[in-house]
């Protein structure tokens, strides 16, 4: 399984940004595709996640009503909407894939994806 995010970059305060997950490497219906972000010098944290052959979603507190999750399964691709961006989303944004567990569990993830820096200037 391969996961690859992008869509990353610089952006000012109550911008927005959509981040890009692609997905390859066998089937992913049975799978949650996840969204977590590392802020320097702090814990890697979950933000949202969907489940890819249903319209579950899940988010953290944090980005209801700002961040969206959604997917692309003719495409393989999951998205990350994210609008009214705060400088406190600065993080690295990785993508990452699992089959069984909790997925607000980072632990239950099985594969990543290289992250995407998200920079918000103030």
């Known amino acids: 399984v391969q996961l690859q995010a992008s869509g990353g970059g610089l952006v000012q305060a109550g911008g927005s940004l959509r981040l890009s997950c692609a997905a390859s490497g066998r089937t992913f219906y049975r799978y949650v595709i996840g969204w977590f972000r590392q802020a320097a010098g702090k814990e890697r944290e979950f933000v949202a996640g969907?489940?890819?052959?249903?319209?579950?979603?899940y988010s953290s507190d944090f980005v209801k009503g700002r961040f969206t999750i959604s997917r692309d399964n003719a495409k393989n691709m999951v998205y990350l909407q994210m609008n009214s961006l705060k400088p406190e989303d600065t993080a690295v944004y990785y993508c990452?894939?699992?089959?069984?567990?909790?997925?607000?569990?980072?632990?239950?993830?099985?594969?990543w994806g290289r992250g995407t820096q998200v920079t918000v200037s103030s």
């Open positions: 990452a894939a699992t089959m069984y567990g909790r997925p607000e569990n980072i632990l239950a993830y099985d594969y």
């Open positions: 969907i489940r890819w052959g249903g319209d579950t979603t």
